[in-house]
C-alpha cells in the first residue's frame, strides 16, 4: 500500500471509531469486542504508516559471508581450507595461496564452498543416501569454486607471495540521474 491509501484507510478508520463510541453507549458486549478491535486495528495503521515514513522495517540489504562472519566462523573456514589443500592438493588454476583470506572474492568462494561441503556430507549420513551427495558435491561445486577463487588472486600472490590488491576504479555513473534509470545495453536489432 503507498501512503496515500494508509492515510485514506486511517481517516475512514477514524470515523468509524467515532461510530462505535456512539454506538457503545448501550454497554453491549459485542460493542466492547468491537471497540477493542478498532483499537487494535488503529494502532496496526498508525504504527505501519510511521514505519513507512521512518523506514523502519525495511530488510537491511544482505550482507556477504566476509562482513557478516564471526571470527569463530573465520577459524573454522580457514581449518577446512588447510584441510581440503592438504586432503585434495590442489595446484595450477586450481590452486589456494596461503594469502586467500586477503581476497575477499576467494574467501566468498571458499565460504560457499565449505557451506555446501557441510550440506553434502550431512545428507551423505543419511541412511538413505547412496552417495550421491557426496559425488554431487565434488562434481557441482568442488573444482569449479576452486578455479573461480584461484581466478581473483593476483597472480603476483601466487609467485612470490601475497601482494595487497589494488582498489577498482569505481563505476562511471554517467547516466542522468534525474531519469532515475540506469542505460540500457544494447539490443542486438539495435546494431542493425
Known amino acids: 500500500m503507498d501512503e496515500v491509501t494508509v492515510e485514506g484507510l486511517a481517516a475512514q478508520l ?10 457503545s453507549d448501550k454497554h453491549d458486549h459485542r460493542m466492547e469486542v468491537l471497540e477493542q478491535a478498532l483499537t487494535d ?12 515514513v521512518s523506514g ?3 530488510k537491511p540489504p ?12 573465520w577459524s573454522e573456514l580457514a581449518d577446512w581450507v588447510d584441510w581440503l589443500r592438504a586432503r585434495y592438493q590442489p595446484v595450477g588454476e586450481y590452486g589456494i595461496p596461503p594469502c586467500w583470506p586477503c581476497h575477499p572474492g576467494a574467501a566468498e568462494e571458499h565460504a560457499a564452498l565449505w557451506a555446501a561441503w557441510k550440506e553434502a556430507m550431512r545428507a551423505a549420513e543419511q541412511p538413505r543416501d547412496n ?10 561445486h568442488l573444482w569449479g569454486a ?3 577463487a584461484h581466478r581473483v ?4 600472490c601466487l609467485d612470490t607471495g601475497h601482494v595487497p590488491a589494488a582498489m577498482p576504479v569505481p563505476t562511471e555513473r554517467i547516466w542522468n540521474l534525474a531519469a532515475e534509470e540506469p542505460p540500457r545495453p544494447p539490443r542486438a536489432e539495435d546494431d542493425t
Open 41 to 52: 486495528l488503529q494502532d496496526g495503521v498508525v504504527g505501519y504508516v510511521s514505519r513507512k
Open 56 to 58: 523502519a522495517g525495511e
Open 131 to 140: 552417495g550421491n551427495h557426496a559425488l554431487l558435491w565434488h562434481e557441482q
Open 14 to 23: 477514524d470515523e468509524l471509531a467515532d461510530l462505535v463510541i456512539v454506538l
Open 153 to 156: 588472486i593476483p597472480e603476483a
Open 146 to 148: 576452486l578455479f573461480r
Open 62 to 73: 544482505p550482507e556477504p559471508w566476509t562482513a557478516r562472519a564471526t571470527l569463530s566462523q
